[in-house]
């Protein structure tokens, strides 16, 4: 249905960019570099469970960081 994915707005006009997403114990559950709007809220295959997600997004060639929150909500 709506927003199956994390989409980050204009992040494809930074491709030095590395995202790394924590649980609130700050464990880190997903990182990659050059973000393409594709992380599906998993962790090593499986689905993460409903929550708050904490983020960090560098990017490399502009020392801009960004962090933030991201919730995770799947309908039963």
């Given at each position: 249905g709506v927003n199956d994915t994390w989409y980050i707005?204009?992040?494809q006009?930074?491709?030095?960019n590395q995202v790394y997403?924590?649980?609130i114990y700050g464990n880190k559950v997903f990182?990659?570099?050059a973000y393409g709007n594709d992380?599906?809220?998993t962790y090593n295959g499986k689905e993460l469970p409903d929550g708050t997600y904490y983020y960090v997004i560098l990017f490399?060639?502009?020392n801009m960081?960004?962090?933030g929150s991201v919730d995770?909500?799947?309908s039963k």
């Amino acid at each position: 249905g709506v927003n199956d994915t994390w989409y980050i707005e204009g992040i494809q006009n930074y491709p030095d960019n590395q995202v790394y997403v924590y649980n609130i114990y700050g464990n880190k559950v997903f990182n990659t570099d050059a973000y393409g709007n594709d992380w599906q809220g998993t962790y090593n295959g499986k689905e993460l469970p409903d929550g708050t997600y904490y983020y960090v997004i560098l990017f490399k060639n502009t020392n801009m960081t960004l962090r933030g929150s991201v919730d995770i909500l799947r309908s039963k």
